[in-house]
């Protein structure tokens, strides 16, 4: 398969996995967003504001230090984490938990138009980044603290899995609402 025709179907799966945060999120109150069954978990607002900043600061940003003429050039590649993650193409299908910190734990939203606006914003910084993947020396690479050095083809793939795995994040949510 042509890299590009690979960048293609990532990008036309996030596009469908950003509709679909958009649609629902339609269907939630700002009070729902905000509703935690538990303290240590998120709630839905807060799930879908990490969607938002990991996608436009972590992948997508990743993506932008890759094209920097003075990125990190290495012949380094996954962990043997990340080569599992990538072979199976997604993550298994486990609840990750991130150190309970303000750091790493999201805000809870401001409002649904905030989310609506992040969501916009991740789709059209992901379209502009998918015109621009094949631009990028593939030894250009930016290390993910789990997965290893990734370049930006994979920190591109990495967004879709992302998305997708978090869909089960939030049936979990929804059935607790």
Not at 138 to 151: A, I
């Amino acid at each position: 398969m042509k890299e590009n025709q690979k960048w293609l179907e990532d990008l036309e799966k996030i596009g469908a996995l950003v509709e679909h945060y958009q649609k629902n999120l339609d269907r939630y109150t700002i009070e729902q967003l905000c509703y935690k069954s538990k303290d240590d978990e998120w709630s839905l607002g807060q799930m879908y504001n990490h969607l938002i900043r990991s996608t436009l600061f972590m992948q997508l940003g990743a993506i932008a230090k890759c094209a920097e003429e003075e990125s990190t050039e290495t012949a380094e590649g996954m962990s043997e984490h990340g080569q599992r993650i990538f072979q199976m193409g997604a993550f298994p299908p486990i609840k990750i938990k991130v150190p309970d910190s303000p750091q790493h734990t999201p805000p809870q939203p401001e409002s649904k138009e905030q989310l609506a606006k992040g969501l916009n914003e991740v789709w059209e910084k992901t379209q502009a980044w998918a015109t621009k993947l094949h631009e990028i020396p593939g030894n250009r690479k930016v290390m993910h603290p789990r997965l290893g050095y990734l370049n930006a083809p994979e920190w591109f793939q990495l967004t879709e899995m992302h998305l997708r795995h978090h869909l089960r994040q939030q049936e979990t949510l929804e059935q607790e609402l």
